[in-house]
């Protein structure tokens, strides 16, 4: 049924205004704009106003009145509801910015109140015909959604039941075989091995290789403490490290009195650079190409091969989920040999 009602909304000088909206239908129908006032004794005339139009069976005729401030575009409130965004990681912010970008051209210079269910339909069929995946589809959909939540669209047309997803078969993971990650040791620059061989032994996510400190090393029971930033859990937790790694890492290290705690670990590498040489290296090596994260599904997998329990795989490689980490990281691998860290690194 046909309804009327006020909204407030406050001003960038930080006053007041006063909005009036309404519907000639249900929740189905769009909603109008009826006037936006400074003081709310003007809304309510105006509110009573559309009423009793509406209890006529009149469709109110607001054309004729003042100019009426139009809504933002979609561009525009997109950057309105990035500023607004203060509570996210640079990374997060990085995600937005990127599924905003895949958005924009389609519904960038459309006003907020003028888009419809159809419309993101559109835009989930455009981006599957110009070959997107899935996963970006739904992270695109999803901000869209965010961005007029922000504008409080209700109701939001990107949260439309009608509003489909591209069908895709989810791709299985391959870890890498122990020979493929022999291989790709070989070919990467000096300063990546170490960093490589920690990954595959720890199963730590690649932003360790960024955020370990000096400090974070246990030189006396050779382990290293991995912040809560870089684990699921947002706890901290500690890798014992193997005997032949710990032998290498210390000696990339300074005496004790010199060391800086603050200093990054793995100081000549990076979480980038690794993953790019790592891509580099197979594509010369001719060998399917895996990332740094592939060596965390390796490490589970052999974990789980090894009868340990789900439980402390969790507490190992700081994953807060255990069903998450039973189907999602657990896999039937083509290779379960473990590396010869010692010969590797004697080469």
Same mark, same amino acid.
């Given at each position: 049924?046909?309804?009327?009602?006020?909204?407030?909304?406050?001003?960038?000088?930080?006053?007041?205004?006063?909005?009036?909206?309404?519907?000639?239908?249900?929740? +189905?129908?769009?909603?109008?704009?009826?006037?936006?006032?400074?003081?709310?004794?003007?809304?309510?005339?105006?509110?009573?106003?559309?009423?009793?139009?509406?209890?006529?069976?009149?469709?109110?005729?607001? +054309?004729?009145?003042?100019?009426?401030?139009?809504?933002?575009?979609?561009?525009?409130?997109?950057?309105?509801?990035?500023?607004?965004?203060?509570?996210?990681?640079?990374?997060?912010?990085?995600?937005?910015?990127?599924?905003? @970008?895949?958005?924009?051209?389609?519904?960038?210079?459309?006003?907020?109140?003028?888009?419809?269910?159809?419309?993101?339909?559109?835009?989930?069929?455009?981006?599957?015909?110009?070959?997107?995946?899935?996963?970006?589809?739904?992270?695109t959909r999803t901000v869209v959604a965010m961005v007029l939540d922000h504008e409080r669209i209700v109701p939001n047309p990107a949260r439309d039941a009608s509003v489909k997803l591209p069908r895709e078969e989810p791709e299985e993971v391959q870890p890498p075989s122990a020979a493929d990650v +022999?291989?790709?040791?070989?070919?990467?620059?000096?300063?990546?091995?170490? !960093?490589?061989?920690?990954?595959?032994?720890?199963? *730590?996510?690649?932003?360790?290789?960024?955020?370990?400190?000096?400090?974070?090393?246990?030189?006396?029971?050779?382990?290293?403490?991995?912040?809560?930033?870089?684990?699921?859990?947002?706890?901290? =937790?500690?890798?014992?490290?193997? !005997?032949?790694?710990?032998?290498?890492?210390?000696?990339? =290290?300074?005496?004790?009195?010199?060391?800086?705690?603050?200093?990054?670990?793995?100081?000549?590498?990076?979480?980038?650079?690794?993953?790019?040489?790592?891509?580099?290296?197979?594509?010369?090596?001719?060998?399917?190409?895996?990332? !740094?994260?592939?060596?965390?599904?390796?490490?589970?997998?052999?974990?789980?091969?090894?009868?340990?329990?789900?439980?402390?795989?969790?507490?190992?490689?700081?994953?807060?989920?255990? *069903?998450?980490?039973? @189907?999602?990281?657990?896999?039937?691998?083509?290779?379960?040999?473990?590396?010869?860290?010692?010969?590797?690194?004697?080469?």
């Amino acid at each position: 049924m046909a309804s009327v009602w006020i909204t407030t909304r406050t001003t960038a000088a930080g006053g007041k205004r006063y909005r009036v909206e309404y519907r000639l239908g249900g929740r +189905e129908s769009r909603i109008r704009y009826g006037g936006s006032f400074t003081t709310l004794r003007l809304a309510k005339i105006r509110k009573a106003y559309l009423v009793g139009e509406l209890a006529a069976l009149r469709v109110p005729e607001l +054309e004729a009145l003042a100019e009426q401030p139009s809504a933002p575009t979609f561009a525009e409130a997109a950057k309105r509801w990035q500023a607004s965004r203060v509570d996210v990681a640079d990374a997060t912010a990085v995600q937005h910015r990127t599924a905003l @970008n895949r958005a924009l051209p389609l519904l960038g210079a459309r006003r907020v109140t003028e888009i419809t269910s159809q419309d993101v339909a559109g835009l989930v069929a455009a981006l599957h015909a110009a070959g997107k995946a899935r996963g970006s589809i739904r992270k695109t959909r999803t901000v869209v959604a965010m961005v007029l939540d922000h504008e409080r669209i209700v109701p939001n047309p990107a949260r439309d039941a009608s509003v489909k997803l591209p069908r895709e078969e989810p791709e299985e993971v391959q870890p890498p075989s122990a020979a493929d990650v +022999e291989t790709v040791f070989r070919r990467l620059p000096t300063i990546h091995r170490l !960093p490589l061989l920690f990954l595959d032994w720890s199963g *730590a996510r690649v932003a360790a290789i960024d955020l370990t400190k000096v400090g974070d090393y246990d030189e006396s029971r050779r382990r290293v403490r991995l912040r809560a930033a870089t684990t699921k859990t947002r706890r901290a =937790l500690w890798v014992e490290l193997h !005997p032949v790694l710990a032998d290498a890492l210390e000696a990339t =290290l300074p005496h004790r009195r010199f060391r800086d705690p603050d200093a990054r670990l793995f100081a000549d590498s990076g979480a980038d650079a690794l993953r790019t040489a790592i891509a580099k290296a197979c594509k010369a090596e001719g060998i399917p190409l895996f990332s !740094p994260h592939d060596l965390r599904h390796r490490r589970i997998s052999l974990l789980h091969l090894r009868g340990m329990p789900w439980a402390r795989i969790g507490e190992l490689v700081g994953q807060r989920n255990l *069903a998450v980490t039973a @189907n999602t990281y657990s896999h039937v691998l083509i290779d379960e040999t473990e590396l010869d860290y010692a010969r590797l690194l004697a080469e």
